[in-house]
């Protein structure tokens, strides 16, 4: 997915810089510096942001989680029943009464089954994750002794905690189809089991 920020500042850095590494303007190192810092202050807001939409992820996680367990819970005690009023019914049982019962094994076995992958998706969810944090002991290395001043010092720490930000952004995009695509398998789960207790009854 394109990322605004990350397209502004790739434009940003592609000034004309002295150095081939970071950028290091020659002239109005202020002006440069202010808006190195506007781009690092947006950045920082958005951080924040992705914390807390992984935050809400784990919330719909154990919503899928605990619905999905709801299903299965109900569902699967009742297909070794279904199963054992199948083989009870007499030979001269209605041809309705067994086309019934087989539908209702087969409902629930169904509902079940569709249940537990919902519940999948949702432990997928459940495991977001951030990605790898900066490394530090490179980021003093390259503030304290390679960079030759505070505006290439102050870009370098911006473009590595850009690089953090889009992978998490990535992640969160992933983890955003395991919620759609858990939530459609528990509606479905969900329309089984409701069909399963009108063939029953």
């Not at 950028?23 to 202020?30: I, W």
């Not at 952004?169 to 695509?181: A, G, I, N, P, S």
């Amino acid at each position: 997915m394109p990322n605004p920020l990350a397209r502004a500042v790739r434009r940003f850095a592609s000034r004309p810089a002295a150095s081939t590494d970071a950028l290091s303007p020659t002239t109005g190192e202020d002006d440069q510096l202010a808006r190195l810092r506007m781009v690092h202050d947006e950045l920082q807001r958005q951080r924040e942001a992705t914390a807390g939409k992984a935050n809400g992820q784990r919330a719909r996680a154990t919503l899928l989680i605990g619905a999905s367990t709801v299903v299965t819970g109900v569902q699967a005690p009742r297909i070794p029943d279904t199963i054992r009023e199948l083989l009870n019914m007499p030979v001269d049982a209605a041809g309705a009464d067994i086309a019934f019962t087989i539908a209702a094994l087969a409902l629930a076995v169904l509902a079940t089954l569709v249940a537990v992958t919902a519940g999948i998706f949702g432990l997928r969810l459940s495991g977001v994750d951030k990605g790898e944090e900066i490394d530090v002991t490179k980021l003093a290395t390259n503030v304290l002794e390679l960079s030759p001043t505070l505006y290439v010092a102050e870009w370098s720490l911006l473009r590595d905690k850009l690089n953090v930000h889009n992978l998490d952004v990535y992640r969160l995009e992933l983890r955003r189809k395991d919620w759609t695509r858990g939530s459609r398998w528990l509606v479905v789960s969900w329309a089984l089991t409701i069909l399963q207790f009108g063939v029953s009854f």
